[in-house]
């Protein structure tokens, strides 16, 4: 049963199942209640049958009464010559006409062989005629004939011949009413019999059907349960795998989502890999030595192949002075074989295009099979994604990736090459700063001039600089990570905490923030919506024209499920050609001397993106700009709570059936 049960449940969708647990059930009780009715319907045509045959023998019997009425009267009328006694005669002559006619149609109605009353009614016709004609004698004369007659015992005879027969039909319709009766008593007892059958029949396939039920959507739907309980800190695929394998396989709507199930708990462990991987990176780089650069890349390009499931990741350097790429790094073992390889500058157009659009590029683009020295494999045909390595806006480099198998663009990991090349790009520029520190110092010999000083200066100010990047880059590597519970924030007192905190560069700047009263809520991390409105409070107190104190005007609106926010200022602004670019890391206005990271409006891009939302600027060309965001809604959010209450109440009822079941 098993088996069955499995084959069954691998083939149908849940709706069939359904259908066909109801069929199961239906179809018999069904068939017990058409069998229940048709045997009701027999007993009333058995019922019908026997209360004609008690109208028939009802019939019959007034016939005989009515032969002997006529009997009675003839002799008390001979007797006496009385005309009173003529007077049951006549009723009795009145009323056999019709008695005769009723008791020939209810006899034939009758079933089985036909009961005739012809040569009765021909009896009756017939003592009716004699009577009349002695009484006729009587009345025109002597009634010495009449008398004669009656004394004969004539009239006796036939009287008893008319009973006689008349008994003798009433005793057949005795004996067909009783057998009426034992055809009845054995359909009662044969319903009783069904009922009671039908009735275990019905409890024994419902208790079939439950099983099978729970089987087929009781233990997936608990199985699914216990997998979300291994999804916490770490996510246990292997444990996840286990538990769903049963369900892998299956046509219905559990099977897919147990399939989909576990392909989000790989991803969900993928991810927490990648941040892992970045975090670990990144403390490398902020660490990192002038000697460490080489062990840097190889980690990058190496975990870059593991956690992308790429062939090969190689980190390529422009050489402006000749116009070609140079190889600084490469993963496993193509870094020994492709390291400081000079590679002619049109060769890779992926990369080309990846360097000078400053974007992710991909396609199909890595030719060197025309290297002499690659003879042991030859790499033409590769599909290529490449990312630009930046450093303060101005690309220096790309990190490629290459796949000897076709792989369209959205089958790559774009998300983790872009942390990647960051990664790259930091620490090459953290080296490079490095380099550069060492060989001024050992050129002046320990003697500093101002101009030396200067550069000194500007060195500690750009290290600084790198260590605020890889903060930045540690930031938006936790924003997915750090995520607390969702709650109703309030607006209006997080934007206090943050005008709060800021209150001294407010008054030193003699700023003027208006913030719209009754902002409405919203369903987020408190901590999430805090550092939003503080880095862009801060960009709009940072990015002032000369001269002017800055005006901010933070406002909010609903737009369906979602919160709208909108902080507005009138500083130096924001291109329109620029108003992507600076949601991208480490991006900034070259038009602005203002310090930072270039990572503020990133963090709020990721964050906004974390919650299903979206940032952008908006305004006209111009002074002045509006960053808006969108946030879920805190009344959408209790909407989805209680709609998943509403499921869990009903997870509730299927645990009850299965245990009822069970």
Known sequence: MNRWVAQWGNRLRIQHKVWVALLSLCVPLSAGIVLHLYVVQQLLVLQQQRQELMLADEQVHLLGRLAIDIEDGFRGYVLSQQPVFLTPLAEAEAKLGQALSNATKLLARLPGSPIRLGPIEQQLKDLLQTKHELIADIQQGPAEKALAYVRSGEGLRLSDILRKDLRTIEDRLERQRNSLNEQADALSQRTFVGLWVTLAGVVALGWIVSRILARALTDPIMRLQSATARIGAQVDVAGITELLATGQGEKDELGQLAEAYLAMARRIQTNIREIEALDSISHEINTMGPDDLDGVLRRITDRAVELGQTDICLVLLRDERVNCWIVEAASGEWNDRLRKLVIPWGELPVSVRAFEAREVATGEGFHLDEWPHMVRRNLSGYDTLAFPLIADGIPFG?????????????????????????????????????????????????????????????????????????????????????????????????????????????????????????????????????????????????????????????????????????????????????????????????????????????????????????????????????????????QEHRAVLNARMQSSRVLGVVDEVRREAL
């Open 398 to 634: 790309v990190l490629s990736f290459l796949n000897e198998r076709p792989q369209a663009a959205p089958e790559w990991n774009q998300r983790l090459a872009e942390g990647l090349a960051q990664e790259a790009a930091l620490a090459i520029s953290n080296a490079r700063l490095h380099q550069a520190a060492q060989q001024l110092v050992q050129q002046n010999s320990g003697q500093f001039d101002d101009r030396t000083k200067r550069w000194l200066s500007l060195l500690e100010e750009n290290g600084r600089d790198l260590v605020q990047r890889v903060e930045g880059i540690l930031t938006v590597a936790h924003v997915s990570a750090d995520q607390g519970a969702v709650t109703a924030v309030d607006p209006g007192a997080i934007i206090g905490e943050v005008l709060k905190d800021r209150a001294g560069e407010i008054a030193r700047l003699r700023a003027m923030v208006y913030v719209e009263p009754g902002l409405p809520l919203v369903a987020c991390y408190g901590a999430h919506l805090r550092q939003i409105f503080d880095n862009l409070i801060s960009n709009a107190l940072k990015f002032t024209r000369e001269g002017e104190s800055p005006v901010v005007r933070i406002s909010g609106r609903v737009q369906g499920p979602m919160v709208a926010f909108a902080v507005e200022d009138q500083g130096i602004g924001i291109p329109l050609t620029q108003r992507t670019r600076v949601f991208q890391p480490f991006v900034r206005l070259l038009m602005s001397e203002a310090a930072g990271s270039g990572i503020g409006l990133t963090i709020i891009h990721r964050i906004v993106e974390l919650y299903g939302g979206k940032a952008w600027i908006d305004g006209a060309e111009g002074p002045g700009c509006t960053v808006q965001f969108t946030v879920p809604s805190f």
